[in-house]
C-alpha cells in the first residue's frame, strides 16, 4: 500500500475561516477512523490519493474496541466481537485468517439455559431447552416468510407485527431478545421488518448456522486498530465543521482546517442526526430526512472477573470452552452471557434494546450488582466469586457514536440507499448505517461501505478504476 504525503499550505487571512490555522489541502479528509474510514483509506491510498483521517476519540476503530487492560487473560470487546455472515463472503475474516489470527467458530461453543437451580442433565430441562430452540426457529421462519412478502417499502410493517404472535410463549422473552433485538439493537415495535429481512436474507439463522460466525481470540477492535497502522491519522480530532462550495470542501477542527476535494463522513446517523457535526450550508433535506429514517439501536456489553469457574455445575453435562447462556425462563429479559469465556473465568453480558438503555444509565456499582443479581438467581454463587475487575460498554451515551447500531424506521430501508448518492459529488458517507444487501449492523458492511465511498470519491475525483474489496483489505 502507497503512502500519501499531506502538503501544508499556508491559506493566510483569505483562508475559508478566521481561526483556521494551521490549513492543510489534501484530496479526500474522511471524518473517523472506525471500519469505514480504514476502508476508505486504505482504497484512497492504494490509488496515490492524498488524505487524512480525523478522528475524534483516542484510539482507531470506533465501534470496534477491546478493553486490554481490565484483565491480564484476554482483551475484551466492548463493542464488536463476532466476524458474522462469514458464509456470504466477510472480507475482514478473510483478512484476519491471511494475517494467522486465531478464530473460533461460535457454534463450536454449546447454548445453555439457566431454569434456576436445576442443571441441565435435568430431563425437563432438556424438554424446555428443545422448546426454546424450536420456538427460535419458528419465530424466525415466521419473519423470513412476512419480510419475503414485501414487495415494496410501502408495504413495509414493524416487526411486532409478526413477533407479538409469540408473546404468551414461555420462550419469547429469550427468543426476541437472542435472535431479533440483539440484531437491531431496537424494541420490534420500533423496528422495520424489510430491514431485518435483509440481514435474514444473508444469515437465515444467525448465531446458530456452523461456519457463519467467529469469534477473534485476539480482539475484535485490536484487529480493527491494525489496519489503520501506518495510516495518515489524527487521534482526538473532532471534526466540528464542514463547509462546502464550488471551490471545494473545508473541514474544520478546533486548530485546524483540511482543504480537500471531497470528504467522507463515517461518523453514526446518531451522530450526524444529533448535529454532532456542523454543515455549511445545511445538507439537503432529503439527506437530512433519510439520516433521521435510520436511527441507532442499543446493545450493552459488560465483563466480570471470577477467581474460580462459577459455572463448574454446569460442567457435568459437556466440556466447554464458552458457551452462550441464556436468560431464566419466565422472568423479563435478562442478559445473555457468554460463560467461560475463551477458557478464562472472565464471564460476558450482552443485553439489547431497553435493557441496554437501562444499564447504560445505571452507576458502574448499580451495574455489578443487576449483573452478579442475575447470576445469583439463577443459582450461581455469583457475588462471593467476583474478583473485582468489571468493565461495561456506553456507545449509547458517547458523543461519538450515540448508539450500537442501525435499523430503519418502517417503510425507510431506502433512506439507506439514498445517502448512498452523497452530496454534490463532495460529501459522500460510509458506515453500517449507509450499507445496503443486509450488511448493515455489521463490521463488514462498514469497512465495505468504505470502499465504496472511496470509489465514488475517486470517480468525482475523475479517477475511472473501480477498486475491489479485496484490493483494500491485503
Ligand atoms: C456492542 C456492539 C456489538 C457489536 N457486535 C458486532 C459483531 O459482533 N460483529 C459485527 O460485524 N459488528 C458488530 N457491531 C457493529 C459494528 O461494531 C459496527 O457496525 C462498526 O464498527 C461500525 O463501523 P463504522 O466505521 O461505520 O462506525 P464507527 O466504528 O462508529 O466509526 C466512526 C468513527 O467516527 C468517529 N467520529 C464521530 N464523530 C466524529 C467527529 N465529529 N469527528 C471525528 N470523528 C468522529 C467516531 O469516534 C468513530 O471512531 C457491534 C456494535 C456494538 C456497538
Redesign the pocket.
Known sequence: MKQSSVVRVDLGAGGPTPSASPSTDVDVVI????????GAARTLLSYGRSVVV????GY?????CSDNTTFSEIPFD???????QVLAGNVLYQTALARGNAVADMTAFPTAFFFGKRPPSDPEVQIAAAEMVSTTAAMLTALIAAGASILTPAQDVAVSTVTDAFENDPYYANAISLNVESITGAPPSESSLLDLFAFLSVSPAPFVIPGDSYFIKGG?GNF?AGLADGLPLQLN????RIAYDSSGVTVHTKSAAYRAKAVIV???TA?LAAD??DFAPLLPAPVREAIAAIPLGH???AALGFKSDIFAQLKTVTEFNTMTLTTPLGGPPGPTYFAKFWDTNVVEF?ADADLAVTLEGMTATGQRDYLLGQLELNGIPASSAFDGRMTA?S?GTNQ??QG??SHANIGSVDARTALRAGVRGQIFF????FTLGGLH???????T??ISAANAALRALGVAAEHGVSAAAD
Request: hydrophobic share 45%; charged share 5%; net charge neutral.
Open positions: 471524518v473517523g477512523a472506525g471500519a469505514a474510514g480504514i480525523l478522528e475524534a476519540q482507531a476503530g470506533g465501534r470496534a466492548l463493542g464488536a466481537q463476532l466476524f458474522q475484535m480493527i480530532t473532532p471534526v466540528q463515517t461518523a453514526s451522530v454532532g457535526i446493545i450493552y456489553k450482552l460498554s456507545w461519538y457514536t450500537a447500531y460510509a458506515g453500517e448505517s449492523s455489521s463490521l463488514h458492511g462498514a469497512y461501505s468504505g
